[in-house]
């Protein structure tokens, strides 16, 4: 069973660096693309970046200069880390895969980052 | 990067009646569109795939069609779990884009 839970530090400082983790089961890193996708409070959905089973990633156009996406497949972990955060960047971060590499099927709960100024 | 237009912003319904959303790509995006149905407080849920499929376990009621770069999430006879917000995602090429986001009430 596919499992996918964000672990984030819930209040950074503007400035700041973000980093969420998203810790999976039920599947290999190797073999599945992790999408980061985010919902700032009222807002639509963004999708951020992916991180592909063959290690290579894409980035949203607007975040590419300040954000990483990397891994560590023996603990089946996905890294999420911005930087130069500001408060507009509050918002919940989903991480999310699909059954085809061209969807988003399975979504973690997601984690809720407040910026404070 | 490709855009989505999704129209409308916002719309209610009655059970009886046929309730459609739309999304139109910026350039041609194949069938890599898909539809997800987020509730509040929740993540969202993938309802309709290569622009016509369902996802399992998605009652029938939904469907989903396409006219050249324009897409269609019709919701026949909506029951009140399907109120909601609805976005469309094209995955034709990288950085994926969302459309905007319907809510249906």
């Known amino acids: 069973q596919v499992q996918m839970k964000e672990t984030g530090p819930g209040l950074v400082q503007r400035t700041q660096t973000l980093s969420v983790t998203c810790t999976v089961s039920g599947f290999s890193l190797a073999s599945y693309g992790v999408h980061w996708v985010r919902q700032a409070p009222g807002k639509g959905l963004e999708w951020m970046g992916v991180i592909w089973g063959d290690g290579n990633t894409n980035y949203n156009s607007g975040l590419r200069s300040r954000l990483i996406i990397s891994r560590d497949t023996s603990k089946s972990q996905v890294f999420l880390i911005m930087n130069s955060l500001q408060t507009d960047d509050t918002a919940v971060y989903h991480c999310a895969i699909g059954s085809f590499w061209y969807v988003m099927d399975a979504w973690g709960q997601g984690a809720s980052v407040t910026v404070s100024s | 990067d490709i855009q989505m237009t999704q129209s409308p912003v916002s719309l209610s319904a009655s059970l009886e009646e046929i309730v459609t959303v739309t999304c139109k790509a910026s350039?041609?995006?194949?069938?890599?569109l898909s539809w997800y149905q987020q509730k509040p407080g929740k993540s969202p849920q993938l309802l309709i795939y290569?622009?016509?499929n369902l996802a399992a376990g998605v009652p029938s009621r939904f469907s989903g069609s396409r006219s050249g770069t324009q897409y269609s999430l019709e919701i026949s006879r909506p029951q009140v779990d399907d109120s909601g917000i609805y976005y469309c995602?094209?995955?034709?090429?990288?950085?994926?884009?969302f459309g905007g986001g319907t809510r249906l009430e």
């Open positions: 995602l094209q995955s034709y090429s990288t950085p994926w884009t």
């Open positions: 350039q041609d995006i194949d069938t890599y």
């Open positions: 290569d622009a016509t």
